[in-house]
């Protein structure tokens, strides 16, 4: 079983739809939870990070980690074609050594 | 200042032969990860330098690649004798520990074996 599960998609979704974005962990011991989006041919960059449950909200960009089910989610409100890309979750234990990424699921917003 | 910048952008290279792989992280930056992307597969670790201390291999698929880190700066990962499934895009990242645990990305070597 793989660390991280990420449903790949493609999501295609029209412009100003509410987009949600998730993955489920196997390691109870993760404390770190992030989101990366990756343009085509480009790095991932770093979108969203928390630390432990609950919700963090930025702009348009809201993440959600329930550790009870060991669930993360992204929700992108008002979806734009700029958000089209790849959505990569990542988690981590305390120590930074090692993250662990989802495969990745692609988004299409159409204008 | 600067990103993380890797070179080559793009290498294409027969089967048996070895590669080399560039990364110049981010100016100050301590810690340096390698990982590797198949198509349609998320990030998969390889390695990890962090300081002076000795790099977590453990992500290293075989005994084929290696990877080193001169300076506490500039690294390196070499692949030798080359097999079509090392085909991958391989991105390095970096980042400043005693400041925040992002990561900054490059935009990765894209390497096909033929």
């Known amino acids: 079983q793989k660390e991280v599960e990420q449903d790949p998609g493609p999501l295609s979704v029209p412009e100003g739809a509410i987009v949600s974005l998730n993955c489920t962990y196997s390691n109870s011991a993760f404390q770190y939870f992030m989101w990366y989006r990756q343009y085509s041919r480009k790095g991932p960059e770093l979108l969203m990070y928390t630390y432990s449950s609950g919700n963090k909200e930025d702009g348009r960009f809201t993440a959600q980690v329930d550790k009870s089910s060991k669930y993360i989610s992204l929700f992108i409100r008002d979806s734009q074609p700029s958000d089209s890309a790849t959505y990569l979750c990542a988690t981590a234990l305390g120590n930074f050594n090692k993250f662990y990424f989802g495969s990745g699921t692609k988004l299409n917003v159409k204008p | 200042g600067a990103g993380v910048s890797q070179s080559p952008s793009n290498k294409v290279t027969e089967k048996g032969k070895d590669v080399e792989l560039r990364c110049d992280p981010i100016?100050?930056?301590?810690?340096l990860y390698w990982y590797r992307q198949s198509l349609g597969q998320g990030l998969e670790f390889l390695i990890y330098f962090q300081g002076n201390s000795a790099p977590d291999k453990s992500g290293l698929p075989s005994d084929r690649f290696s990877a080193e880190r001169t300076g506490g700066s500039v690294s390196t990962l070499t692949i030798q004798r080359t097999q079509q499934e090392d085909s991958a895009v391989y991105l390095c990242?970096?980042?400043?520990?005693?400041?925040?645990?992002?990561?900054?990305f490059g935009p990765g070597t894209r390497l096909t074996v033929l």
């Open positions: 990242a970096s980042s400043d520990t005693s400041k925040s645990d992002e990561q900054f």
């Open positions: 100016s100050g930056h301590t810690a």
